[in-house]
Nanobody, 122 residues
Framework: QVQLVESGGGLVQPGGSLRLSCTASLPNFERTMMGWFRQAPGSERKFIARSGVDTSYTASVRDRFTISRDNAKNMLYLQMDNLTPEDTAVYYC??????????????????WGQGTQVTVSS
């Protein structure tokens, strides 16, 4: 059974850092495109970063967030630095659909975690 479980969210002050983790119970993890999305209240779920064939970020986080993975442990990470209140959202880990080598849309991803809340506030 495929399962993605995020952890590491919480409350942080502006300018602070958090590291999100995603534990993936997923066959062939090392060959799966993995991504991070976030969803703020009243907004659509939006792409943040992906890791696999390439590493890609949305412009608003490119210089502050770093996606990484440990294929030996089936883990995906998102290091978030210099956080701002605009980064407040529920963050989701996702596994790309087979054959999607550059997934950026919600429909490009097949499996999702339950999400972890990140709140940036003083």
């Amino acid at each position: 059974q495929v399962q993605l479980v995020e952890s590491g969210g919480g409350l942080v002050q502006p300018g602070g850092s958090l590291r999100l983790s995603c534990t993936a119970s997923l066959p062939n993890f090392e060959r799966t495109m993995m991504g991070w999305f976030r969803q703020a209240p009243g907004s659509e779920r939006k792409f943040i970063a992906r890791s696999g064939v390439d590493t890609s970020y949305t412009a608003s986080v490119r210089d502050r967030f770093t996606i990484s993975r440990d294929n030996a442990k089936n883990m995906l990470y998102l290091q978030m630095d210099n956080l701002t209140p605009e980064d407040t959202a529920v963050y989701y880990c996702a596994a790309g659909r087979p054959g999607k080598f550059y997934p950026v849309t919600v429909s490009d991803y097949q499996y999702w975690g339950q999400g972890t809340q990140v709140t940036v506030s003083s």
